[in-house]
């Protein structure tokens, strides 16, 4: 006889609720919808925690000029907010850098 081993997981980390099972994933926030969908199997609730609250970073000279988040950034989004950065501010496009930070989990 095989006994069927739940993989469902549930916790809250700093105010968002993280339910997974197997490949699914839901988030929510306040009760607002963040993201649900198909996850990798091996990731923790503190794994999906992390990738949720990811930020794309731009600066120029040290200086941060704006950020999003990383999870519903679309296809070619990083390039075009640079080329719209650089011609805003009269910037070379080689001057901005982008960086992806993560938040950790205390």
């Known amino acids: 006889m095989s006994t069927l081993i739940s993989t469902e997981v549930s916790k809250t980390i700093n105010g968002y ?3 997974k099972g197997g490949t699914w994933c839901e ?16 990731m923790t609730c503190e794994d999906i925690y992390i990738q949720v609250t990811a930020k ?7 200086k ?8 519903h950034e679309f296809s070619g989004e990083r390039k075009s907010t640079i080329e719209s950065l ?3 501010n009269n910037y070379n496009i080689e001057e901005i850098k ?9």
Not at 27 to 42: A, C, L, P, R, Y
Not at 56 to 62: E, H, L, N, R, T
């Open 17 to 19: 609720r993280i339910y």
């Open 27 to 42: 988030v929510t926030k306040n009760g607002q919808h963040i993201f649900d969908g198909s996850v990798d199997e091996s």
């Open 56 to 62: 794309v970073v731009f600066s120029y000279k040290g």
């Open 64 to 71: 941060e000029l704006v950020n999003y988040d990383k999870l």
């Open 86 to 88: 650089a011609r805003e």
């Open 98 to 106: 982008t960086e992806v930070i993560y938040e950790t989990v205390e």
